[in-house]
């Protein structure tokens, strides 16, 4: 009788730990995956949508996100960075055709595949638009997406 109470307890422990856990929902091979190549990853936040798996997280003080597919194949790492860090020539073309104000600088992110392809990404905010801009390791900038406010 003391087995099955206690048997029972643990079942019901474990379900409610799992119901609480958004880590639960990854599969393990997402899960495998993250952990052999971000072993010392703290405050680990999951995301599990239809498209992708997003772990949100910080390593080595960098807050950082990785994006799965749902095979849990590796699909993407984007890090923040500094507007300074991209490459002179985005800096200077930014500067005069989005010039603060009215443009105002909202976010600076670096993706990597994991091919090693590069690319940063721009948020910038006026009073009626959000803009995003792709940049690419050589410079170049373009319009990603344009948002109404």
């Not at 976010?107 to 638009?129: A, K």
């Amino acid at each position: 009788m003391k087995k099955i109470l206690f048997l029972a307890l643990i079942t019901v422990s474990i379900t409610a730990t799992a119901a609480i856990d958004p880590a639960s929902n990854v599969s393990f091979a997402v899960l495998n995956n993250f952990t052999a190549k971000f072993l010392k990853a703290e405050n680990v936040d999951w995301k599990v949508t239809n498209r992708f798996i997003k772990a949100n997280f910080t390593l080595h003080g960098k807050e950082m996100n990785v994006f799965y597919d749902n095979y849990g194949d590796l699909t993407a790492i984007t890090t923040k960075i500094q507007f300074d860090k991209l490459p002179q020539r985005a800096i200077m073309a930014i500067g005069l055709k989005y010039p603060y104000p009215p443009y105002k600088l909202t976010d600076c992110i670096e993706m990597q595949t994991p091919n090693g392809e590069r690319n940063y990404y721009v948020s910038l905010l006026t009073e009626n638009e959000n803009i995003v801009l792709e940049i690419t390791p050589s410079g170049n900038v373009s319009t990603f997406k344009r948002l109404s406010l």
